[in-house]
């Protein structure tokens, strides 16, 4: 129904467009027609300036009546062209497969950049508790946890899950409700078991700031269950954070 209803819109416009351009293209030449035989019928009668009217349409008239036409078709045929060679460029994107078209996009075109990455800072927040964090409104719509250092590089990826794998292995060790909830980020990070620690390193990749898009799916596949793709200047994990490309960034432009 939009696509009826914007080939019958391009319709009426490319009747509006003909309609002025005939117009134009009338009343220049019946203007200037109409000027030039004055100007002759008015040199006509003297014999000694009898070809000034003739010089007058030469040296003027012709050049306006050229230039208005230009400008004519110019405005009649410019849009056209651009119209035709936009389709034309949009068909061949369209039969591109997914992975030719990631492999013309850079990661800087769809990352979200590192200002917007919504994140803790150790140094500030490894002294709020775990519940502190997990009802933290920022990271309500999150299942995730970004933790930078203050140069903004990547210390930790904690999932929510991970939290509270935390929370339910001080349950097994059987501690009390009210020493579990005055645990502390800070605490997890040193007493939780060596496999929930290694959950901390895992679910993350890093490319470079020059990548393509399907350089990053290419990091991604090679890290079982990764879930985000960080940029840096050379893609090393030492290097402070430029942007993030996620997995759902990555599965848009995925689906054919």
Not at 25 to 36: E, S, W
Not at 160 to 188: C, G, P
Not at 207 to 216: C, F, I, Q, R, S
Request: aromatic share 10%; with cysteine; proline share 2%.
């Amino acid at each position: 129904m939009e696509n009826n209803s914007t080939k019958a819109f391009d319709r009426e416009d490319l009747k509006t467009r003909r309609a002025i351009a005939i117009g134009i293209t009338g009343l220049i030449l019946l203007g200037t027609v109409g000027i030039a035989i004055i100007a002759i019928v008015l040199y006509w009668n003297d014999t000694t300036d009898r070809g000034k009217g003739l010089q007058f349409v030469g040296q003027t008239l012709l050049p306006l009546w050229g230039t208005w036409i230009g400008t004519v078709l110019v405005f009649f045929f410019s849009r056209e062209n651009f119209e035709a060679a936009s389709k034309s460029y949009q068909n061949i994107i369209d039969k591109l497969s997914p992975e030719e078209k990631m492999a013309k996009m850079n990661v800087a075109e769809v990352m979200l950049p590192v200002g917007k990455i919504i994140h803790l800072t150790y140094s500030k927040d490894s002294k709020r508790t775990l519940f502190d964090i997990l009802d933290d409104p920022a990271f309500k719509e999150y299942n995730r946890y970004a933790v930078f250092t203050d140069d903004m590089k990547l210390f930790k990826m904690i999932h929510r899950s991970t939290f509270n794998a935390f929370i339910a292995e001080r349950i097994v060790n059987k501690d009390s409700v009210e020493a579990i909830r005055k645990y502390t980020l800070e605490d997890m990070m040193n007493t939780a078991s060596p496999q929930i620690r290694r959950m901390l390193d895992l679910g993350f990749n890093f490319v470079k700031k020059d990548a393509t898009l399907l350089d990053a799916k290419k990091a991604m596949d090679v890290i079982g269950e990764c879930l985000d793709i960080f940029v840096t200047e050379n893609g090393k994990k030492e290097e402070p954070v430029i942007g993030l490309v996620t997995n759902n960034k990555i599965l848009q432009y995925a689906v054919v």
